[in-house]
């Protein structure tokens, strides 16, 4: 079974920290995802990799920057935590192939920013 | 515009009967994804149906691309069914996968 771990289930962080979201994958997947979801707006991209060192812009991106420095995990890094991105949080990961694109998600990371 | 509808918004069982969700899309798609979010936030693959019929258990899904769109079944309904159900596309020429708004079911004793 594909696994995709998220670092942290609950995070709770201060205006103006720097924030990391870990995501891990076993699959060796070539893409993965960091996503948002909030009540009202669904889920909404914020940037995507298809290789290492890779990163692309999704719909929101800003206030935040990705990192991937290894096949297996991409990291969603929030410079400097504002309320707004106050949320839940969900990487997902799926093979380079666009006849079978079926992207696995993780547990999430619900983040509260004070 | 690209759009990807669900309904019902909201579906009310009780347990043992059955129930349809249904996902309409505005173009052509690569791929066709159902998942189940638990009240965890958890998203669970349920199925990965651009087109034809599938069957997991209790639950099958159909989708009829020619007429865009994909249903949703689920029968002898349990408690461990509530969530949110979520559809979501891929559009052909693209790569991001789009979520429809999501059909919210809650199945009681």
């Known amino acids: 079974d594909v696994k995709v771990t998220q670092s942290s289930r609950y995070l709770v962080k201060r205006t103006g920290e720097k924030v990391f979201l870990e995501c891990v994958q076993d699959?060796?997947?070539?893409?993965m995802f960091w996503y948002r979801q909030d009540p009202g707006l669904g889920l909404r991209l914020i940037y995507f990799?298809?290789?290492?060192?890779?990163?692309e812009k999704g719909d929101i991106p800003e206030g935040y920057s990705v990192s991937r420095e290894k096949k297996e995990r991409f990291s969603l890094i929030l410079e400097s935590a504002s309320t707004n991105q106050t949320s839940m949080y969900l990487c997902?990961?799926?093979?380079?192939?666009?006849?079978?694109?079926?992207?696995?998600f993780g547990a999430g990371t619900r983040l509260s920013v004070l | 515009g690209i759009q990807v509808e669900q309904s019902p918004p909201d579906l009310i069982l009780q347990e043992g009967a059955n129930s349809t969700l249904r996902c309409n899309f505005s173009?052509?798609?690569?791929?066709l994804q159902w998942f189940h979010q638990n009240p965890w936030g958890q998203l669970i693959n349920l199925f990965y149906?651009?087109?034809g019929t599938k069957q997991n258990g209790r639950l099958s899904a159909t989708t009829v691309a020619t007429e865009r769109y994909s249903l949703l079944y689920i029968s002898s309904s349990q408690t461990t069914d509530s969530g949110v159900y979520f559809c979501?596309?891929?559009?052909?020429?693209?790569?991001?996968?789009?979520f429809g708004t999501g059909t919210r079911l809650q199945v009681f004793p």
């Open positions: 997902a990961s799926s093979a380079l192939t666009v006849a079978k694109n079926i992207q696995y």
């Open positions: 699959m060796d997947h070539e893409n």
């Open positions: 990799s298809y290789d290492v060192k890779m990163k």
């Open positions: 173009d052509s798609v690569n791929n």
């Open positions: 149906i651009p087109s």
């Open positions: 979501a596309v891929t559009f052909r020429n693209t790569d991001k996968l789009i």
